[in-house]
């Protein structure tokens, strides 16, 4: 029933690890996102994905890549973690010019 | 390219007292206008929206927000706040940014509703 769904949803890990966080939506929206909310709670976005095109991507290190197998997915994989990216990060997905929903987020913590 | 300011990082409001949440936000283009809300360790949930037509918009959980376009503002506001509206709230505006439509908070505003 869930819309938009992120796993894990809790994320522990060591400095210089690789880790990647699902994102799935059983909307059948169009676009998708990826958001990182830091410690001050501040949103911004770091990536958007249209039907599986890279359509924005912020000023975001070299070290995030995200990935769409297919128009419901959009998975972030991050390389070399660094204590920096300890964070919130949320998914979320729209229809053309409709709301954005969230998914419940991933709290990353980098040790 | 569009940006979104709430001017209060904290409000503490007593339970049953009114409350309004400011927002302005600056764009070049004609804007949607959203406000959401962050419940402890929570995602985003929709509180409402502004596409067009009428300025004055109603929410869920009893809150409503007025755009005035000539003061680029989206204020928030609820007439009497109950403790569970205790929560981070966050102004959004979506413009055309290129091709694609880019949604950007505001810093959020921490509602704090007192016993």
């Known amino acids: 029933d869930t819309a938009v769904s992120q796993t894990p949803k809790y994320l522990v890990t060591q400095m210089g690890n690789d880790k990647s966080i699902k994102c799935e939506q059983n909307l059948g929206h169009d676009t998708m996102y990826w958001y990182k909310q830091d410690s001050k709670k501040f949103l911004k976005i770091m990536f958007s994905?249209?039907?599986?095109?890279?359509?924005i991507n912020e000023t975001v290190p070299n070290r995030f890549s995200p990935k769409s197998p297919d128009k419901a997915h959009l998975n972030l994989h991050i390389n070399s973690l660094e204590l920096g990216d300890s964070a919130v990060y949320f998914c979320a997905s729209r229809r053309q010019q409709e709301t954005q929903y969230f998914g419940p987020g991933t709290r990353l913590l980098v040790l | 390219a569009q940006s979104v300011t709430q001017l209060d990082s904290q409000v503490p409001v007593f339970e049953e007292a009114p409350v309004e949440l400011r927002c302005n936000y600056s764009s070049s283009v004609s804007v949607y206008l959203f406000w959401y809300v962050q419940y402890p360790n929570q995602g985003l949930q929709l509180l409402l929206k502004y596409l067009s037509g009428s300025t004055l918009v109603k929410g869920i959980n009893g809150f409503e927000a007025e755009f005035n376009k000539s003061q680029t503002s989206f204020h928030l506001r609820k007439p009497s706040v109950h403790i569970s509206d205790t929560a981070e709230y966050f102004c959004a505006v979506s413009a055309l940014s290129g091709s694609a439509r880019q949604l950007t908070f505001g810093s959020g505003t921490q509602l704090t509703v007192l016993p």
């Open positions: 994905y249209n039907n599986k095109e890279l359509i």
